[in-house]
């Protein structure tokens, strides 16, 4: 059984950058295409990005586009999102979910059989 665990959360001041850490166990991801959501206060969660399963294609949110990126380390099991250039309305909980196997990325994030815990980013002065 896949198993996703997400860290790397905390509180940034706006400008600033963190990486978080989606490391998977259980299951190989080579064969899952992995999102990034997100959920503010009050809002319903939100796709940010993802990475399909063979690392070749990505696909971003409008808002987080050019300040955020996606990457996958095979070795290590592991997606990475960089987070650039932080706004305050980037402050949510932030969750990878896995699709597959064999599945491209879809937005819905009903699709996604297997989530992390997630990991709080907080963007404030």
């Known amino acids: 059984q896949l198993q996703l665990v997400e860290s790397g959360g905390g509180l940034v001041q706006p400008g600033g950058s963190l990486i978080l850490s989606c490391v998977a166990s259980g299951s190989t991801l080579d064969y899952y295409s992995i999102g990034w959501f997100r959920q503010a206060p009050g809002k319903e969660r939100e796709g940010v990005v993802c990475i399909s399963a063979s690392g070749h294609s990505t696909f971003y949110a409008d808002p987080v586009k050019g300040r955020f990126t996606i990457s996958r380390d095979k070795a290590k099991n592991t997606v990475y999102l960089q987070m650039n250039s932080l706004k305050p309305e980037d402050t949510a909980v932030y969750s990878c979910?896995?699709?597959?196997?064999?599945?491209?990325?879809?937005?819905?994030?009903?699709?996604?059989?297997?989530w992390g815990q997630g990991t709080q980013v907080t963007v404030s002065s």
């Open positions: 979910a896995a699709i597959g196997p064999f599945r491209q990325c879809v937005s819905t994030e009903r699709e996604y059989p297997y």
